[in-house]
């Protein structure tokens, strides 16, 4: 409950950001064609984006006859969250990880590497597959897609910020003198996209303790993820994925290199903490 009241603020929060950057632009009507950007980012999101991020990593559909132990797996576990059987695809990449994409409970695909197959055993498998099932069960799909579309949206208004700054110092209404000034249209633009990823991270962060929890209920114990995260942080760490930045948040750990800095901007909680948290849960 927690956590999706921070997630509902949060939305808000970046919705208003979305809104303020539009009207600093553009007035009312820099606003009106803001909001028409980020609806058609929104439906491409919403329509398009699950079959273009399995292209991306070349991702095939497998048969239970090609994977019968996979199968059983989401299987079973999909009919003990009570969702449909999504479709099951596999990733040729050595790297351990796996991912939940598609709209709604109907349109869902999970998706594994063949690493994490050859890196797990089946109580840890199904302890992914259990928080796969349960970012499909919350529709957190949808909320992150929409959150990285608004994202996607400011730094783009961003884009048009800085422009406007460089080169015409934004508009010229004389009704707000704010926006004449280029100097703090050119702040704007800089803060304002740092502080919608910022927000987008803390979204994906609070919905991935979610899914956890789902995960470890499905699977009958905990201790199974927590398992299988350890080996999961371990094994990505020394096979790093060639993973786009903007589809960071879908995996079930982060499959960028991150450092000091970047760890700000990290799409997950540390593995240390949710390791914490589910052992935890193990011996209440």
Do not use: C
Not at 28 to 35: E, L
Not at 48 to 73: C, G, M, N, T
Not at 159 to 182: E, L, V, Y
């Amino acid at each position: 409950m927690k956590n999706s009241l921070k997630t509902t603020f949060l939305m808000a929060l970046m919705t208003i950001l979305f809104v303020y950057m539009g009207r600093w632009i553009g007035g009312q009507q820099g606003m009106y064609i803001a909001f028409a950007l980020a609806a058609g980012m929104n439906f491409f999101a919403y329509w398009f984006s699950d079959r273009w991020v399995l292209a991306k990593y070349r991702a095939h559909q497998v048969s239970e006859a090609q994977a019968p132990s996979l199968h059983r797996i989401v299987r079973t576990l999909s009919h003990k969250a009570g969702l449909p059987m999504p479709k099951v695809f596999v990733l040729p990449n050595a790297t351990p990880n796996a991912f939940a994409t598609g709209r709604n409970p109907q349109h869902a695909a999970v998706a594994v590497t063949t690493g994490i197959l050859e890196l797990l055993d089946d109580e840890e498998l199904s302890g992914v597959i259990g928080h796969e099932l349960g970012h499909i069960q919350h529709r957190d799909i949808l909320i992150g897609s929409v959150a990285a579309t608004f994202a996607g949206a400011i730094g783009m208004l961003a884009s048009m910020a800085r422009f406007a700054a460089i080169f015409g110092g934004g508009t010229s209404s004389s009704h707000d003198h704010r926006r004449s000034n280029p100097v703090a249209l050119l702040v704007t633009a800089v803060v304002a996209p740092l502080g919608a990823t910022l927000i987008q991270m803390a979204i994906s962060r609070s919905r991935e303790f979610e899914a956890d929890r789902a995960g470890a209920a499905l699977s009958g114990n905990p201790l199974h993820l927590a398992r299988a995260l350890k080996k999961l942080e371990m094994g990505s760490s020394h096979i790093p994925m060639d993973a786009s930045p903007s589809t960071a948040h879908m995996f079930i750990v982060n499959p960028l290199r991150m450092d000091r800095w970047s760890s700000l901007f990290r799409t997950h909680p540390s593995t240390e903490e949710r390791i914490e948290r589910l052992t935890q849960m193990a011996y209440r």
